[in-house]
Nanobody
Framework: QVQLVESGGGLVQPGGSLRLSCAAS????????MGWYRQAPGKQRDMVAS???????KYADSVKSRFTISRDNAKKTVYLQMNSLKLEDTAVYFC?????????WGQGTQVTVSS
């Protein structure tokens, strides 16, 4: 059974930082491309950042230079370091694992940026 469990969300003031974690089980983690997506109320789910099994990273333009994605294959965990948070970063953040035709999602963690 595949599980992706996100943690680290919460309430933060504009300009603050949060670090999200996603712990995976039930997959050979090192073989999977991992990603973070987010979905704000009434909007579609969009890719925030991704890291390939080989380590290549990709970011949405809106978070470049502010967010950093990383992975620890030994811990089967992917991270999203979020700095200089803005009001518009408020959303539910979802972890994603992909390999060939297989795609898995976590349950999401809420990030709220508010003063």
């Amino acid at each position: 059974q595949v599980q992706l469990v996100e943690s680290g969300g919460g309430l933060v003031q504009p300009g603050g930082s949060l670090r999200l974690s996603c712990a995976a089980s039930g997959i050979i983690f090192s073989n999977y491309d991992m990603g973070w997506y987010r979905q704000a109320p009434g909007k579609q789910r969009d890719m925030v950042a991704s890291i390939m099994s080989g380590g290549f990273t990709k970011y949405a333009d809106s978070v470049k230079s502010r967010f950093t994605i990383s992975r620890d294959n030994a811990k089967k965990t992917v991270y999203l370091q979020m700095n200089s948070l803005k009001l518009e970063d408020t959303a539910v953040y979802f972890c994603n694992a992909e390999r060939k035709e297989f795609r898995y999602w976590g349950q999401g963690t809420q990030v709220t940026v508010s003063s």
